[in-house]
């Protein structure tokens, strides 16, 4: 157990709507990433918040968006979804600095499914 | 660029070592990371090693680091079935704040 929580655990949606999914960091974290793992693949980084700024992102069109809230909690938002934006989306905490800690904690994990 | 590589399978009965291997291309990685995930569920860090060592041993793990090859081993004694999963290797460059990621192994202990 990582103390890290996502919402909701699975999604349902279909091409070019909205999302929006949830994290609750470890308490007492104050770094938040994202990452996406289609199936059968390693994560890959989207981006990641430190003190509610983005402190660094991946190669993800502008269409990815997240925050950070003062509480370091965070959410990561996705426009106009396509079919290949089905995905385990996975969010970590850490405690560290701008260089984003050295020990990630992972959440279970919103599955994504995009028909 | 960064790049992680795992072989994708190992097969080992209960009792006996595992050894999982993995390279990566970022020489100025500072900690290497190896991750397990079973069937529908996150990433449990198992351990992670900073890159001026070149062993840690925790309870049954063991992580070996060889910079000069950029290869980087977990060896699992005594494996059992709870053992199964995919393990993922993973690297942190100096200054970046990604983690970069291998495509994982897939353990299999059988009985």
């Known amino acids: 157990e990582t103390g890290v929580t996502q919402s909701p655990t699975h999604l349902i949606k279909t091409r070019g709507q909205q999302v929006t999914l949830r994290c609750s960091s470890q308490s007492g974290h104050n770094t938040v990433s994202w990452y996406q793992q289609a199936l059968g693949q390693g994560p890959q980084f989207i981006f990641q918040y430190y003190r509610e700024e983005e402190n660094g992102r991946g190669n993800f069109p502008p269409r990815f968006s997240g925050l950070q809230f003062p509480n370091y909690s965070s959410e990561l938002n996705v426009n106009a979804l396509e079919l290949d934006d089905s995905a385990l989306y996975l969010c970590?905490?850490?405690?560290?600095?701008?260089?984003?800690?050295?020990?990630?904690?992972f959440g279970s994990g919103t599955q994504l499914s995009v028909l | 660029g960064e790049d992680v590589e795992q072989s994708l399978f190992l097969s080992v009965r209960e009792g006996d070592s595992s050894v999982i291997n993995c390279t990566y291309t970022d020489s100025s990685s500072t900690y290497l990371y190896w991750y397990k995930q079973e069937p529908g569920a996150g990433l449990q860090l198992l351990t992670y090693i900073f890159s001026n060592m070149d062993m840690k041993q925790d309870q049954r793990l063991t992580v070996l680091l060889n910079k000069k090859d950029k290869h980087l081993s977990l060896r699992i004694a005594d494996t059992q079935t709870g053992d199964s999963a995919i393990y993922f290797c993973a690297e942190k460059g100096t200054g970046f704040q990604k983690l970069v990621f291998g495509t994982g192994t897939r353990l299999l202990v059988s009985p």
């Open positions: 970590a905490s850490s405690l560290g600095d701008r260089g984003g800690g050295e020990k990630l904690f």
